[in-house]
């Protein structure tokens, strides 16, 4: 058995190596993109396009394939000998800056538009943006912008038509009190720099006033003499405006509690009498319908009968 023993060890060790071949002479594909930069721009000019990242299916062996690796791998297209204007450029795999052992196998798209043109300075007006919405029962009232306008150095044919550039948003989420915000600008195609590359932002909120009509609202009597009791034949039609969350019955009914005076009544009978509202800060009366109700009056002792 012992004589056996080399040439056992002698045949693990071949197949450890047979494996460890398998393994690291596994090949594998992959999909990634790419970012594409355009450098030695001559100066005075600016290049851009409109794509910015290119799918690059590549392969290599597994061994080698990692995310890390990867992290840094970019398209590097020499714009420095492009005539102004349009240019379509073949991107080559020399192009593709790919870790030792990753071979690339296509490209897509194989080939992109370029556009070198002059830098020029604009003056454009600054539009604010923004999201979210203001605190229930409130609406943007007021908007500065400061500096109104800002210049902006782009390419030429990017902006030649171009007058206002936005700004990154603001977020009115749940506010209700002035507010100032110092914002970036929204980046755009072909836009290299802004002057200055901020503005300040006044928002100032206001009240969201509106208007609703409420039907059949109940009128409460007033006081009577005692041994009477009253009864309202007839509900209103009200007309009011105040602030769009407080407009519910429940709120106008509390705030405002249409009532009719009967302390002037001391027998029983059918009376028209008109209806009053208390004053309030928080709505307008706009109109009431009708302005004046029936209310019967009898004898208390006939309604416990």
């Known amino acids: 058995m012992l004589n056996n023993l080399p040439i056992k060890i002698t045949s693990i060790f071949l197949a450890i190596l047979l494996w460890l071949s398998l393994v690291t002479g596994e090949i594998q594909e992959l999909s990634l993109y790419v970012p594409v930069e355009l450098t030695n721009i001559p100066e005075g000019y600016v290049a851009v396009t409109d794509e910015h990242l290119i799918n690059v299916h590549a392969k290599g062996p597994r061994n080698l394939i990692s995310e890390e690796k990867f992290s840094d791998v970019n398209i590097e297209i020499d714009v420095s000998k492009m005539k102004p204007g349009y240019t379509n450029s073949i991107i080559n795999v020399q192009d593709i800056k790919m870790p030792p052992g990753i071979k ?21 007006k600054v539009a604010p943006t923004f999201i979210g919405e203001p605190a229930l029962g409130y609406k943007v009232g007021l908007v500065n912008v400061f500096p109104e306008n800002v210049q ?10 171009q007058n206002t550039v936005e700004t ?85 009914q509390s705030e405002l509690s249409p009532s009719v005076d009967l302390s002037t009544i001391s027998t029983k009978g059918k009376y028209l009498r008109k209806v009053k509202l208390n ?10 319908e009708p302005e004046k109700v029936r209310v019967e009056v009898f004898d208390e002792k006939i309604l416990r009968d």
């Open 279 to 288: 004053e309030s800060k928080l709505f307008e009366i706009l109109n009431i």
């Open 152 to 161: 902006v150095k782009a390419a030429s044919s990017k902006i030649v038509s």
């Open 168 to 252: 990154l948003p603001v977020n009115l989420s749940e506010k209700n009190e002035s507010i100032t915000y110092s914002i970036g600008l929204k980046p755009y195609e072909g836009i290299q720099e802004y002057i200055p590359n901020q503005v300040e932002v006044f928002v100032v909120f206001k009240e969201d006033i509106q208007q609703k009509t409420l039907e059949d609202i109940k009128v409460r009597p007033g006081v009577l003499a005692d041994g009477l009791q009253a009864k309202i034949e007839d509900t209103i039609k009200l007309t009011v405006s105040g602030r769009v969350d407080l407009l519910e019955e429940s709120m106008l």
């Open 104 to 124: 690339v196998v296509n490209i897509e798209p194989a080939a992109i538009e370029i556009i070198v043109d002059s830098l020029v300075l604009k003056e454009m």
